[in-house]
C-alpha cells in the first residue's frame, strides 16, 4: 500500500488522462465531423416545419451509417453530428457512407435534397461528461469546415492509419492552414463514388444482419447482402408497391422466398420514405391475444394493459410514429393481425405494414 506521504510528494503532472474513476479518459480514436452544408438556406426554402422533419432524416441517416461503421455518434449538432471511432478505416468507411446515403436520398427526393461535408481526424482525444475533446477533435473540426459540399476530407494521419482496408482511394491535397490550428495540416480527400443505391437507407449490417437494417433491428437468418438472387423485378415491384401502398401483404407457400424478399426490399422503402424500419416475425406466435403485446414490445409502445379493445389501444399508442413495420409469418395468428392493422391503417398515417403469411388451403 502506498503512503501518503508518496502522494503528498507527487508532483502534480501525473496525466489528467486514463484517471479511472475521475471521469477523464485518454484513448486514441478517429474523429469525424459531418456537417450540412447550407441548413439555413434549407429552413429558409422549405420552411420551419418541413426543415425540421428534415433534420430528423438526416440525423437518422449520418446516425445510421456513422453505427453501420462501428462509430459512437458522440453528439448531434442540429446540422450534423461528431462521432469516434475505434479505427481509422472504421471513419473512413463512414465518411464515404454518409456521403453515399445523402447522394442516395437526394435521388430519392430531389425537393429535399441536401449536402454533407465531413472531416476526420485521428489521434489521442478526452472523454469527458459524454463528450470528447483535445486537438484531434478540434483537426476533424475545421476539417469538415475547410471540405466543400460532398466532399470527406482527412488528416494525412487518418490516410496513413487506414492505408486501403477501406477500400477507398485517397487523393493527397498538400498542406493546408486551419484555422486555429497551431501548423499547417497534410490533408487527403477521400475519393467516393455514389454507389447505385436508389434509396438512402442501405446501412452495412454486422455478422447477421441483412442489408440495410440498423444493427440490432435486422431479422434473422436471412440472406446476406447481394445474394437474393433472381429478384430484381420483385424486388422493383414490391418496392413500388410498398411506397404507394401503405398495407402490402406477400403471400405464398413456404420456402417461396417471402421472408428473404421482405428482408431485402424493407430497408430501402423505410429509407426512402424516411420511416423507421421494423421486423416482428410471428412466427412464435400461436395465441392470437398475444399478438398486440408482441407488436407492443417491438414497436417499443404502452398501451393499457386491459383496454376492451386492445388493436384499438395500441392504435392510440402510434398515431404520431413513423414505422415500416414488417409482420412476418402471420399465417397462425393472421386473424388477430388482421384486426390490428385495421386499427393501424384508420388511425397510423405514418404506419405502413408489409406482412408475409404462407398460403392455406382454408382459411386458419
Ligand atoms: N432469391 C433467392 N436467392 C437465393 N436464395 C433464396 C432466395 N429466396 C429465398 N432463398 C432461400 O430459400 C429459403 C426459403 O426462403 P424464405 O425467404 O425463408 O421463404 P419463405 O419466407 O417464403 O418461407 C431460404 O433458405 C432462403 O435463404
Ligand atoms: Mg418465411
Redesign the pocket.
Given at each position: 500500500m502506498r503512503g501518503g506521504h508518496a502522494l503528498e510528494d507527487a508532483p502534480p503532472r501525473l496525466p489528467r488522462t486514463v484517471v479511472d474513476g475521475d471521469r477523464e479518459v485518454a484513448e486514441t480514436a478517429a474523429v469525424l465531423f459531418a456537417d450540412v452544408v447550407g441548413s439555413t438556406a434549407l429552413r429558409t426554402r422549405l420552411g420551419e416545419d418541413a426543415a425540421d422533419a428534415l433534420v430528423e432524416v438526416q440525423e437518422q441517416l449520418l446516425t445510421r451509417a456513422v453505427r453501420a461503421s462501428d462509430g459512437t455518434v458522440v453528439k448531434l449538432t442540429g446540422d450534423g453530428l461528431l462521432a469516434t471511432f475505434p479505427a481509422a478505416a472504421s471513419a473512413v468507411g463512414a465518411g464515404v457512407e454518409v456521403q453515399q446515403v445523402v447522394h442516395a436520398h437526394g435521388l430519392a427526393e430531389p425537393e429535399r435534397a441536401f449536402a454533407v461535408r465531413v472531416g476526420v481526424s485521428s489521434g489521442d482525444v478526452q472523454r469527458r461528461d459524454g463528450d470528447v475533446h483535445g486537438i484531434t477533435v478540434v483537426e476533424a473540426a475545421r476539417l469538415c469546415d475547410a471540405a466543400e459540399a460532398g466532399q470527406v476530407l482527412v488528416a494525412d494521419v487518418v490516410r496513413l492509419l487506414a492505408r486501403d482496408r477501406g477500400g477507398h482511394p485517397f487523393r493527397p491535397l498538400g498542406e493546408r492552414v486551419l484555422k486555429g490550428l497551431p501548423a499547417p495540416l497534410a490533408v487527403s480527400e477521400v475519393v467516393w463514388e455514389p454507389d447505385g443505391r436508389l434509396h438512402p437507407a442501405g446501412v452495412r449490417g454486422g455478422a447477421g444482419d441483412a442489408p440495410g437494417w440498423p444493427a440490432g433491428a435486422a431479422p434473422s437468418?436471412?440472406?446476406p447482402p447481394g445474394?437474393?438472387?433472381?429478384?430484381d423485378d420483385d424486388v422493383a415491384r414490391l418496392r413500388d408497391r410498398c411506397t404507394t401502398s401503405r398495407l402490402v401483404t406477400?403471400l405464398?407457400?413456404?420456402?417461396?422466398?417471402?421472408?428473404?424478399?421482405?428482408?431485402a426490399v424493407a430497408p430501402s422503402v423505410a429509407g426512402e420514405l424516411g420511416v423507421q424500419p421494423v421486423w416482428v416475425d410471428l412466427q412464435p406466435v400461436d395465441d392470437p391475444e398475444r399478438v398486440v403485446p408482441t407488436l407492443a414490445d417491438a414497436l417499443a409502445a404502452n398501451p393499457p394493459p386491459a383496454a376492451d379493445d386492445p388493436p384499438a389501444a395500441l392504435a392510440a399508442e402510434l398515431t404520431a410514429r413513423e414505422v415500416l413495420l414488417v409482420l412476418?409469418?402471420c399465417e397462425q395468428v393472421i386473424g388477430a393481425v388482421a384486426d390490428v392493422l385495421d386499427a393501424l391503417v384508420v388511425a397510423c398515417p405514418g404506419v405502413r405494414v408489409l406482412t408475409?403469411s404462407?398460403e392455406t388451403d382454408r382459411p386458419t
Open positions: 437468418g436471412v440472406l445474394s437474393l438472387l433472381g429478384r406477400l405464398g407457400a413456404g420456402g417461396a422466398g417471402k421472408t428473404s424478399l421482405a428482408a412476418d409469418n408475409t404462407r
